[in-house]
């Protein structure tokens, strides 16, 4: 199966940046897709962006549109989200997440990270 490992979590203050990577071992297509959700303590895990293989697209969730980008290196076997202008308001476990196809859900899931956002 697929194992995805996040890192690039940590302490960083408001209007600063972080790059979050996600590692990818085992089985990997070329056509995956991937996103990246987080989740505030007390609140569910929701959505961040993704990219869509078969379409060439990326989505964003409106709360990052504009600050956050999502990235693959050219090996396709690490995904990347680049986090710039950083509010409190992100603070949040990050976790990057893998799905075969668009039509399937998320089922590969990493450990996540802690980016943690200081005013």
């Known amino acids: 199966q697929v194992q995805l490992v996040e890192s690039g979590g940590g302490l960083v203050q408001a209007g600063g940046s972080l790059r979050l990577s996600c590692a990818a071992s085992?089985?990997?297509?070329?056509?995956?897709?991937m996103g990246w959700f987080r989740q505030a303590p007390g609140k569910d895990r929701n959505f961040v962006a993704g990219?869509?293989?078969?379409?060439?697209?990326?989505v964003y969730d409106d709360s990052v549109k504009g600050r956050f980008t999502i990235s693959r290196d050219n090996a396709e076997r690490a995904v990347y989200l680049q986090m710039n202008s950083l509010k409190p308001e992100d603070t949040a476990i990050y976790y990057c997440a893998a799905r075969s196809t668009s039509s399937a859900p998320y089922s590969y899931w990493g450990q996540g990270t802690q980016v943690t956002v200081s005013s």
């Open positions: 990219f869509n293989w078969s379409s060439r697209n990326t």
């Open positions: 085992g089985r990997t297509f070329s056509t995956y897709n």
